[in-house]
Structures are given as structure tokens and as C-alpha cells.
């Protein structure tokens, strides 16, 4: 009985190595399957603010009607992390089609921002400064990847994304903005073992307008459309299952 024990567990792990193999067998290329990465690196946003107005009338001696609202800020340059994971889906022995989401924990540097206030005429009334930084940024995106060998991966990346942009200052309340848009991106993984692997990669985000209403301590709300840019460089490492 123990003779018959013994030989069939020896064929359930035969059976188990053997459909591992095949599995691995049906690989359209070493490329395919799962991967998780981290990676580390240099970003920079570029903020694009549009002029606004007031939601509070001016004062009859300030000619009345709502301030106007010009702005401006400094580019936000910053170190950055990525947390990414995903899956390639073999297409032939030469090509992948990737899908994979990422994050970027933490918040960026800080930059500084100034507003000015203006009457309907033109003549400024108040001026103010303010800080703002981004955070809570991601991505879920397309990775169409060309299989160089076994050791090498070229691809490019196309998806959606997302972050949070937190403003604050002596005369602004703490508020955020959520800003989402497309990004754009290349890269290349190169092998270093059997399943650990360098890569490094370039993004570019472009982030769509949104309307932004942010509020003074004095109770008076500014509105005004928000957008921007961001660009990072990547460098890192990654597990190939």
C-alpha cells in the first residue's frame, strides 16, 4: 500500500513539472507574463493657469463687478519613485502588447505661485503668493513592445492618468485639484539574471484644464482654469515571473 502511496505522488509532481514546462513551452516569447517593477528618477511639471475672476463683488469705490485674477507658478522639479506592475501578452516570438498600471507614492517638491487682483479696469488691488506641489499621481496604460532576444525589450507606452495638485498659502485655505489626462512614454528592459531585470524608461503627461475654485481666508473664492504638463526619467528594477 505504501509502495502505491509512494508512486502516486511521485506521478502528481511529475504531472505538476510536467504542465509547468508546457505552460512555459506555450510561451509565445521569454517576454510574456507577468512583471513587477520599482523604479527611481528626476520629474518635472509644468503648470498652466488661466486667468480668472472673483466670486465676490468689488466695492462701489473699486468700480464694482468682479475682480479680475492673473496668476502664475514656477515649474514644480523634483526626485520621484514609481511602483508599477503588469501583464505582456505574447503576440508571435518578436512582439508584446502589455497592460499595466502604475503609482508614484509620496508627494513631489514644493514650487511657489503669486496671483494678482485687478478691477474691471485693469488697476491691481491685491497680490498674494502661495505654494502647491502633486501627489496621488498614476497611470494605467498600453505597452506595445518589440522582443529584441530573450534579454532585451524595447517598448512604447500609451494610457491614462491622473494626479492631485495641492495648493497652499497666508491667504489661501488648503485646497486640491484633480487633474487627469493622457501619457506618452518609451522604454527598454534589459535582463541581469534569470528573472531579474534593469530598465529605463522616459513619460510625458499632458493634463487637461479643469476649473479650479480656491478660497481666501477672508471668505472670497477665486476661480480659474488649471492644467499642465509633466515629464520624468526612469530608472529601475524589475521581477520577470
Do not use: C, H
Not at 16 to 23: D, E, G, I, L, P
Amino acid at each position: 500500500m505504501k509502495t502505491v502511496k509512494i508512486s502516486a505522488l511521485v506521478l502528481a509532481i511529475a504531472g505538476v513539472f510536467a504542465t509547468s514546462a508546457n505552460a512555459q513551452s506555450a510561451k509565445a516569447n521569454a517576454w510574456e507574463g507577468a512583471y513587477g517593477q520599482v523604479s527611481v528618477g528626476y520629474a518635472q511639471f509644468t503648470p498652466k493657469i488661466g486667468n480668472g475672476t472673483t466670486t465676490q463683488a468689488l466695492p462701489p469705490s473699486l468700480g464694482g463687478g468682479f475682480a479680475n485674477v492673473t496668476a502664475t507658478a514656477n515649474n514644480v522639479n523634483t526626485g520621484t519613485a514609481n511602483l508599477a506592475a503588469g501583464y505582456n501578452f505574447g503576440i508571435g516570438s518578436d512582439y508584446v502588447l502589455g497592460v499595466g498600471a502604475s503609482y508614484y507614492p509620496g508627494a513631489s517638491s514644493s514650487a511657489s505661485a503669486g496671483f494678482t487682483f485687478t478691477t474691471q479696469g485693469g488697476t491691481p488691488i491685491q497680490s498674494g503668493n502661495a505654494t502647491y506641489n502633486v501627489k496621488n499621481l498614476y497611470s494605467v496604460f498600453l505597452t506595445p513592445g518589440y522582443v529584441i532576444d530573450k534579454d532585451r525589450l524595447a517598448y512604447l507606452k500609451v494610457g491614462y492618468t491622473g494626479a492631485t495638485i495641492g495648493l497652499n498659502g497666508p491667504t489661501l485655505a488648503y485646497s486640491t485639484v484633480g487633474l487627469s489626462g493622457y501619457n506618452l512614454g518609451l522604454g527598454y528592459k534589459q535582463m541581469v539574471s534569470q528573472s531579474l531585470y534593469v530598465l529605463g524608461e522616459f513619460n510625458y503627461a499632458s493634463f487637461s484644464n479643469k476649473t479650479t475654485t480656491l478660497t481666501q481666508t477672508t471668505g472670497v473664492q477665486l476661480t480659474a482654469p488649471f492644467g499642465g504638463s509633466g515629464m520624468d526619467f526612469l530608472v529601475g528594477l524589475g521581477y520577470r515571473f
